[in-house]
């Protein structure tokens, strides 16, 4: 018999809400709501078993439609949707909450927002429609996101250039000063002010086009110059101490659900947690014997690749396999093909993110810690334990040295042991060429290796010689005679052998 699902208090939505509040202020302000109203009409339902479409969640709604002052539509849909994702996540997690208590039909219309055709339309600017063309070209080979950013960036500059300096009518007459400074003064007092990251992405995409209509012949080269960028923000590596990272390890094999392992596998192989919940049923692929490998699909920088793996991960993606045929088929019949059990990108990453808070909490870890920390860990231990840079570039999937180069942490201790050890290994700190004797001792013993010795030190000789000349022709000569006192020596060698 399978066991039956716990049944919570509906306290637990509170605690739901507290825990996604970060990043969405709306939860805990529409939980609020719900339960306050729940707790004046129907004060007799306490669990969530006992929540029930008609008329708990239909009079909820009704009440939200009739508030006054009245609530806009925008708001009620936020509240209903904060609503119908927790319960649909409870349902999911087999908390005894119904599935399907809020329904498509209970939201309220969204705004028509509809052109007035009475109303003048804006100029447009002279060049809008060249703009427009070669972005349109540039949507062939772009990604839709891309080509998004280079309307922006071209609406936005054209906008205001035909604001500023409304006489311009060709694009040859554009110049750097004062078109492009302007523009780039202008973005930096803009209020509230751009991030350095967003002003260098602005830069980046309009000097894209203006390079391009250089190169056709219609302005002037050089408008947008490598000093007009705003400095790159320096990130440090945020790897974990090593008695974080050994405590927050010991507690998730503790708790041992397939959240945790799904974290344990990130941690030893560094794969993106975006990677970790696209993996397949059957990512583990056999490369040789004894040989194993995690096959990590198309990712961020749309690549694949193969990370090697030890039995380790093998046992974590054999747990995870095993706890997935204990949990209730997936809604979606798509999710079946995944290694861990989902309704949707979005939601396995926020039980991932909530799962290694309260792992790391657990773990009495002094600071907040993300999942993209479990990458920076790995690739600090893979440096430590002797892995070259380019062999770690590739286990990353990384596409530049200067991008893996941000996620590993070399500290003092790293650079003594790797400098003692350099010590240790060198046998000798500094090459001495061994010179040949001339003394008759050594040069007139009896047997091959006498001769040897002799036509070495005929050939040292030779060669002092040679370099004390300064005619090019007796040179020339000499080193034709070494030559030869090198193929003597090389006979000499075969008839030893022979």
Not at 173 to 194: A, F, K, M, N, V
Not at 257 to 277: F, H, K, M, Q, V
Not at 376 to 397: F, I, K
Not at 458 to 467: F, V
Request: positive net charge; hydrophobic residues 40%.
């Amino acid at each position: 018999m399978t066991p039956s699902p716990p049944d919570h208090k509906l306290h637990i939505l509170v605690t739901r809400a507290r825990a996604l509040q970060t990043r969405h202020r709306y939860y805990r302000i529409a939980v609020d709501s719900f339960l306050s109203w729940l707790h004046t009409d129907f004060p007799k339902v306490r669990r969530l078993s006992e929540l029930r479409r008609d008329p708990h969640l239909l009079f909820w709604i009704y009440c939200l439609a009739n508030q006054h002052p009245p609530l806009a539509n925008e708001t009620r849909r936020i509240y209903i949707t904060v609503l119908r994702r927790l319960l649909r996540d409870l349902a999911w997690e087999n908390h005894s909450a119904l599935p399907d208590l809020i329904l498509p039909g209970d939201f309220p219309p969204r705004p028509s927002h509809r052109k007035d055709c009475a109303r003048t339309t804006a100029p447009r600017s002279p060049f809008q429609d060249m703009f427009d063309t070669h972005i349109g070209i540039l949507a062939t080979t772009r990604r839709p996101g891309t080509v998004a950013g280079y309307r922006h960036v071209a609406n936005r500059f054209l906008s205001w250039l035909r604001t500023h300096f409304p006489q311009l009518r060709e694009l040859s007459e554009l110049r750097r000063d004062p078109h492009l400074l302007g523009w780039l003064r202008c973005l930096c007092e803009q209020h509230p002010p751009l991030s350095n990251q967003t002003r260098r992405g602005f830069l980046h995409l309009l000097r894209r086009l203006l390079n391009d209509f250089a190169a056709q012949g219609h302005l002037q080269p050089g408008l947008i110059l490598l000093e007009d960028f705003p400095p790159q923000p320096k990130y440090l590596p945020r790897a974990l101490p090593l008695d974080q990272d050994q405590s927050l390890q010991q507690e998730l094999r503790r708790t041992n659900d397939w959240l945790s392992n799904a974290l344990l596998l990130t941690r030893a192989t560094g794969i993106r947690i975006g990677e970790c919940i696209d993996l397949a049923k059957d990512c583990l692929r056999s490369i040789g014997e004894e040989q194993w490998a995690l096959h990590v699909p198309l990712g961020k920088l749309h690549t694949e690749r193969l990370v090697p793996v030890d039995d380790s991960v093998r046992n974590i993606v054999a747990r995870i396999l095993e706890l997935r045929e204990q949990d209730p088929p997936p809604r979606h019949p798509h999710s079946v093909n995944f290694l861990l059990p989902r309704s949707s990108h979005r939601w396995a990453y926020q039980h991932l993110r909530l799962a290694i808070l309260a792992a790391a909490e657990r773990a009495r870890c002094p600071n907040r810690i993300t999942c993209h920390q479990l990458r920076h860990t790995y690739a600090t231990e893979m440096l430590r334990l002797g892995v070259s840079l380019p062999a770690l570039m590739q286990l990353l999937g990384h596409k530049t040295i200067a991008m893996t180069l941000r996620y590993v942490q070399v500290t003092q201790q790293d650079l003594q042991r790797e400098f003692h050890l350099a010590l240790q290994n060198a046998t000798q700190r500094h090459f001495i060429p061994k010179l040949f004797t001339t003394d008759s001792a050594s040069t007139h013993s009896p047997g091959l290796d006498g001769v040897k010795r002799a036509l070495g030190a005929a050939r040292q000789l030779l060669e002092i010689h040679r370099r004390d000349l300064t005619d090019k022709k007796s040179q020339r000569h000499l080193q034709r005679l070494e030559n030869r006192l090198v193929a003597v020596a090389f006979e000499l060698d075969r008839f030893g052998t022979a």
